[in-house]
């Protein structure tokens, strides 16, 4: 059986229930890796040169354990997924970079996704990921209608529960779910929600726990992914007109719908030298300090990013926020 | 309506000529000077790259002069670039300024006919073309210029015949004009009393567009390089860039897109900006050039890919990587290209020995 190997970082979180019943389907083996460690981030960023973003960086490393454990690795291409809206050069020439950077790597699986080409390229492309494995056309039409399907039924599953994407995972593949998710919401003392991008939030090394440490401190969190589609978009529209990155939405839609719904604090995670967020971020502090209702911090995370400094800042936020609510109840009584 | 567009290397020249040609107030932003940057630095995201905070220093510096209007190009993909005139607009309406944003978003047509308000297209055309003709003949001056500067024999002279012949195309009035300038400043440059080096070098420079052409941004490293006696070979230029000549893009003979194709067995897709250009540069001319220098503003997205991916080109060019950024100190430049061009003689001369 052939083994894929799938890198747990930058697309994985959006896209992992996508390509594993693809594969799965097309009777191949999926060999995820473990989540991110010290060692791997050390490895990735040996690699590259040092103004690499944070999560290139650390694909690397997911790459790097990889290399000797699967037959191929599957990096795609994921160059536009709407009409006109482009991904970030670092998503564009990933397969190509980590070719340069990893030589020993494993054959690497690569296929553009590029909407803007037309259907009938983009199914090309399908087609021709699956003649590694099969053929059959029709076997492989079969497998990439029953990832689609996959793919829409992981969304549902986000965006109705409330959930986060490894939660999602987690249930899809069929782990107990942990109870986590109940305990807290009895005694929140405050609704925070957090903006930037799911390889940032929910990569618990390099954002140190930060959402586990919100919960432990009873709080709500809110995620991008507890968003729908059109919430996203309708946010994205007002704070920006249309949106210029493929995966923006999650920062700029997110912050702008959660910053007129009433959380009592926005977050936003960006990894140091991000292009998109440079800007991104910038828009969505702006119209915070424009509507004055909501406060907002902006963190940057980077690989010498120490926990000492997150939880430090993470507390003071709180704290300022406590102390708010706090206030307007006194004064409203 | 005074019209107004940050700097890059020269192309105010070709776009106050096309302004004028159709009568349309401009405004030229004061050249890029220390003050520029910082007024772009201090209202600028901390993080985003050089070329937004100096554009931005320059609409702020030409809104104070009296535009009314700001012409930038935008909605090209991938890279920040194209998102520059939104996030720009957003910072100017904040600091209180009152003014149009122009960009190409809803195609190039639009903001021509936005901008020239009811001029026949004919005119318009004839326009376009005389502003272009002068960033063309530009180009060939610069050409020139770069050849020269590497073996002029009274030093700084060269640089003083490009500085008049830029100004004497920027006040040709008409296309004789221009060609009368063109000939008389090529004749000069030909004619200009040389020496030359021991050892000559052709050193390439590429790499993102705005640093590698904007004099202010790159410190005048062409002219560096070219004290050094190195000649300059710089394919990235905006005469290049505007030229439209059909049989050579439908052939494929244009520097762009040669070097895309040099570049396809180690970057097989278009990264935006110019980063694939950057990679296929380092093979491209493995045989013609002695070095190449690659320049890019802090954090630029396609070149950082670029970078990451040239040093697995085993065959290709020695690479000088300049990074630059508002801190950047001219000093420093000037030290790594001292070491670079040292670097490329001491090979060269090495080669030439094994070879006699």
Redesign the interface.
């Known amino acids: 059986m052939i083994r894929i190997g799938i890198p747990r970082a930058l697309l994985y979180y959006e896209y992992y229930p996508v390509w594993k019943r693809f594969f799965e389907e097309l009777g191949a083996e999926v060999v995820v890796s473990p989540p991110t460690t010290q060692d791997m981030m050390v490895s990735g960023s040996s690699r590259?040169?040092a103004?690499?973003c944070l999560p290139v960086k650390v694909f690397l490393g997911h790459v790097l354990y990889l290399v000797g454990k699967c037959d191929y690795i599957f990096i795609p291409?994921i160059?536009s997924v709407k009409s006109?809206v482009?991904?970030?050069?670092?998503f564009?020439?990933l397969p190509?970079?980590t070719?340069?950077?990893i030589?020993e790597s494993p054959p690497i699986l690569d296929m553009?996704v590029d909407v803007n080409k037309g259907k009938r390229k983009l199914y090309q492309a399908i087609y021709q990921l699956g003649r590694h494995f099969t053929w059959n056309p029709f076997k492989v039409r079969q497998a990439s209608l029953a990832a689609w399907q996959a793919h829409l039924n992981y969304h549902e599953l986000m965006s109705s529960h409330n959930l986060t994407p490894p939660q999602a995972i987690e249930i899809i593949s069929g782990i107990p779910e942990a109870e986590a998710n109940s305990s807290y919401l009895s005694s929140t003392r405050a609704t925070i929600a957090i903006i930037g991008h799911p390889y940032l939030l929910y990569d618990e090394h390099i954002n140190h726990r930060f959402i586990s440490r919100l919960e432990q401190a009873h709080n709500r969190v809110l995620t991008p992914e507890m968003l729908s589609a059109e919430e996203l978009q309708l946010a994205t529209a007002r704070l920006?007109?249309r949106a210029?990155w493929t995966y923006e939405e999650e920062v700029v839609g997110a912050g702008g719908h959660y910053l007129q719904n009433g959380v009592d604090g926005i977050i936003g995670i960006m990894a140091?030298?991000?292009?998109?967020d440079?800007?991104m971020?910038?828009?969505v502090r702006?119209q915070a300090s424009r509507l004055k209702t909501t406060p907002f911090m902006s963190l940057?995370l980077e690989e010498h990013t120490a926990e000492a400094g997150i939880v430090t800042r993470l507390e003071a936020f709180l704290d300022m926020i406590y102390r708010k609510r706090r206030i307007q109840a006194e004064s409203c009584r | 309506m005074q019209v107004t567009f940050p700097h890059m290397g020269y192309i105010y020249v070709g776009i106050a000529a096309m302004a004028k040609w159709l009568n349309v107030g401009v405004v030229v932003p004061p050249p890029t000077s220390q003050r520029t940057l910082s007024l772009g630095v201090k209202y600028s995201p901390e993080m985003v790259c050089l070329p937004f905070k100096l554009s931005l220093g320059n609409m702020i510096e030409a809104l104070e002069s009296g535009a009314d209007t700001i012409i930038m190009p935008g909605g090209l993909y991938g890279c920040r670039f194209g998102y520059y005139h939104k996030a720009q607009e957003a910072i100017l309406r904040e600091l209180g300024y009152d003014f149009e944003m122009v960009s190409q978003e809803l195609g190039i047509m639009h903001m021509v006919k936005r901008i020239t308000r009811g001029t026949p297209l004919r005119e318009v055309i004839t326009g376009l073309r005389f502003g272009l003709t002068k960033m063309n003949v530009l180009h060939e001056l610069e050409q020139m210029v770069h050849k020269k500067r590497a073996v002029e024999r009274d030093r700084g002279e060269v640089s003083r015949i490009h500085r008049d012949g830029t100004k004497a195309i920027e006040n040709a009035a008409d296309h004789q004009e221009l060609k009368r300038v063109r000939q008389e400043y090529l004749q000069t440059l030909k004619n200009l009393p040389t020496v030359s080096p021991p050892i000559p070098l052709k050193i390439g420079i590429t790499g993102e567009f705005f640093i590698a052409i904007d004099p202010f941004a790159n410190m005048d490293m062409d002219v560096e390089l070219g004290r050094l006696g190195a000649e300059v070979c710089r394919p990235l230029s905006v005469g290049e860039w505007i030229r439209f000549t059909p049989v050579p893009i439908i052939l494929g003979l244009r520097e762009k897109d040669r070097s895309h194709k040099a570049a396809m067995p180690y970057l097989s897709r278009n990264v935006f900006g110019d980063g694939w250009q950057s990679v296929g540069e380092k093979v491209l001319h493995a045989r013609d050039w002695d070095g190449l220098v690659h320049v890019e503003p802090f954090g630029c997205l396609p070149e950082t890919m670029a970078r990451n991916i040239m040093p697995s080109i085993k065959d290709g060019l020695p690479v000088l990587n300049l990074i630059f950024d508002e801190h950047t100190a001219k000093a420093g430049v000037i030290n790594r290209l001292e070491a670079f061009v040292d670097m490329l003689r001491k090979k060269k001369r090495r080669q030439v020995k094994v070879c006699v």
């Open positions: 590259v040169v103004d690499t291409a160059r006109k482009y991904n970030c050069s670092k564009l020439g190509d970079m070719n340069a950077v030589p553009d920006v007109g210029y140091f030298g991000c292009g998109p440079s800007l971020m910038d828009m702006r940057t």
